[in-house]
Nanobody
Framework: QVQLMESGGGLVQPGGVLRLSCEIS????????IGWFRQAPGKEREGISC?????FYADSVKGRFTISKDYGKNTVYLQMTSLKPEDTAVYYC????????????????????WGQGTQVTVSS
């Protein structure tokens, strides 16, 4: 059974740093792509980063966020720096089978398995 568990969210001041974790069970990271998405109140879900045979970032986070994988822990991280109030949202990780190094995209409809989300609030 595939399960995803996000953690690491919280309250941080503008300019601060947070690292989100997505612990995944039931899949092998070599064969699955992982995406990070976020949804702010009243807004649509936004894709921000993914990793599979490639790594991709939305323009809104490029240069500030870094996605990485720990194969030993079967965990994917999202390191977030220079946080802004507009980064406030519930952050979700998602996974889908992408064998053979298939390239990922930050399109939510391409992922069928999702975590429960973790709240990130950027405020002074």
């Amino acid at each position: 059974q595939v399960q995803l568990m996000e953690s690491g969210g919280g309250l941080v001041q503008p300019g601060g740093v947070l690292r989100l974790s997505c612990e995944i069970s039931g899949v092998t990271l070599d064969e699955y792509g992982i995406g990070w998405f976020r949804q702010a109140p009243g807004k649509e879900r936004e894709g921000i980063s993914c990793t599979s045979g490639n790594t991709f970032y939305a323009d809104s986070v490029k240069g500030r966020f870094t996605i990485s994988k720990d194969y030993g822990k079967n965990t994917v991280y999202l390191q977030m720096t220079s946080l802004k109030p507009e980064d406030t949202a519930v952050y979700y990780c998602a996974t889908e089978s992408m064998p053979g190094g298939e390239y990922c995209a930050i399109v939510s409809s391409e992922y069928t398995r999702w975590g429960q989300g973790t709240q990130v609030t950027v405020s002074s």
